[in-house]
């Protein structure tokens, strides 16, 4: 046998891409991976887990400003040190990517740094020309931002990488864009002391989110100073030596905006380029790979997940199809992904967190199907553990079918929403009808009797508001 000849061979060593890898493995499958820059991807390197590390930074530094409210004094002037969040952030990342070398090489998978792609006949290959004989390959190439032709990416105006590893806290900032990413840095700069402003061209900030938990979430940001304007675009951006004019359009846009820096946060792309994929059947529809719900492409033994496959764009999702994907290609009896079973979490200030049906599609579900909805609505500021903690701002939101009593939807903002919507990601899996759920105990005095709370509510008997 080659040493290049493999069953499985993965191209992309993100959540996806790695994850992938070691299921194989696990199920005796000859795997390599294929990663052109650094193990773990954008997610463990550029995405993720270092936005998070500074999100926790912030978040101690915003406890210390609250400090006396909880009865504690801190000695001396709260400061942030920038250079040594973007250091423990960055240390972060490291270990973490050292870890994902660790594990694929506890499993065997043979890791090849370079880059693959699909040459004549659809024959996988490195750039030097070397072969990579495989029966299936398995591309998790991911994606990378969105770059608009009114903000090229420069000095003053920042992708997500560069808004990572700041050299100094701008006084002013604008954020294109009112999605997750956007929002994680309008939070974690607003905290440093930055003024921020946040463009978003839709309707609501946090489109993808139901649109009455995004109102709230909205109310905090801006009690926090945020500035946000929704329904306008960039029309225009001037760099100058000291600064960035924006010009923008829409319904109510404000007088063009000078800033420090510009933070383009205004979607992703996939990563379809360089692969050859003019040599396969496989195809490509609005920058992402066309596949089935077990990441099958046109072309026979080609698959793809995460990112590049299309949205959500989120890790897990990503990891979660590469097992099912693996398990697919070793001939395991396996169910598609239901996307509408995928939690998405935004970690903010507060976090906003979800699952399922917002409140809109629901209501377009229940007029399509003939059915009709039953939504319940708790309240933090009347859950206990959430005023001792000092937490006391957010909403939990449910959404039912009224006929079966399924879990439509599930929908947090609160300081740890994201900790939270595990419990009905779960239920949902097991689907658990509201009845269930409303014969579920809740701990007291936890976070999650609000969610309790809520199923509760939708049949209008919640027991604390």
């Known amino acids: 046998m080659s040493t290049h000849d493999y069953d499985v061979v993965v191209v992309g060593g993100g959540p996806g ?78 270990q973490l990517g050292r870890g994902v070398a660790h594990l694929l090489k506890k499993h065997g998978v043979a890791v090849i740094e370079g880059e693959a792609r699909f040459g004549a ?53 604008v954020v294109v864009g009112a999605g997750a990413i956007g929002m994680e840095f309008a939070c974690f700069y607003r905290a440093l002391g930055s003024a921020v402003t946040v463009v978003e061209a839709a309707a609501q900030i946090l489109p993808q989110e139901d649109a009455e938990i995004a109102a709230v979430a909205r109310k905090a940001f801006e009690a926090q100073g945020i500035r946000i304007h929704t329904g306008c675009r960039v029309a225009a951006a001037r760099v100058g030596p000291d600064d960035v004019t924006v010009t923008l359009a829409g319904a109510g846009a404000p007088a063009p905006l000078s800033v420090e820096r510009v933070i383009s946060a205004a979607g992703i792309v996939g990563n379809v380029e360089g692969l050859g994929l003019e040599h396969t059947a496989v195809a490509v529809r609005h920058g992402h790979i066309v596949t089935d719900a077990l990441g099958r492409t046109a072309q026979p033994g080609v698959h793809a997940i995460g990112d590049v496959a299309g949205p959500p764009w989120l890790a897990h999702k990503a990891s979660h199809e590469a097992v099912l994907c693996m398990e697919a290609i070793a001939g395991l009896p396996v169910h598609g992904l239901d996307p509408r079973r995928i939690p998405a979490c935004t970690y903010t200030f507060p976090q906003v967190a979800s699952i399922g049906l917002t409140e809109a599609s629901a209501e377009a579900w229940a007029r399509e199907h003939g059915r009709a909805l039953r939504i319940g609505r708790f309240p933090f500021a009347a859950n206990g553990r959430a005023l001792a903690a000092g937490e006391g701002s957010g909403l939990a939101k449910t959404i039912f079918d009224a006929a079966s009593g399924e879990l439509l939807g599930s929908h947090v903002v609160h300081a740890e929403a994201s900790e939270l919507i595990g419990a009905h990601a779960v239920a949902m899996g097991l689907e658990a009808t509201e009845a269930d759920l409303m014969a579920s105990v809740a701990a007291h005095p936890t976070l999650g009797e609000a969610l309790h709370e809520a199923v509760l509510a939708a049949q209008g008997v919640a027991l604390h508001v």
């Open 17 to 94: 891409g790695y994850v992938g890898a070691i299921r194989a493995a696990q199920l005796g499958l000859r795997t390599a991976l294929v990663e052109r820059e650094a193990l773990g991807g954008i997610c463990l390197n550029w995405g993720c887990i270092p936005t998070k590390a500074l999100l926790h930074s912030a978040a101690v530094l915003r406890t210390c400003r609250d400090a006396a409210a909880a009865g504690v004094s801190v000695a001396g002037a709260v400061e942030a040190n920038l250079a040594v969040m973007v250091q423990r952030s960055r240390g972060i990342a490291g």
């Open 121 to 173: 006949g659809a024959a996988l290959q490195l750039a030097d020309g070397t072969a990579l004989r495989a029966r299936n390959v398995v591309l998790a190439t991911g994606a990378r931002a969105r770059v608009l032709p009114e903000l090229p990416p420069g000095e003053r105006i920042w992708t997500y990488r560069e808004a990572l590893v700041p050299r100094a806290v701008p006084a002013s900032l």
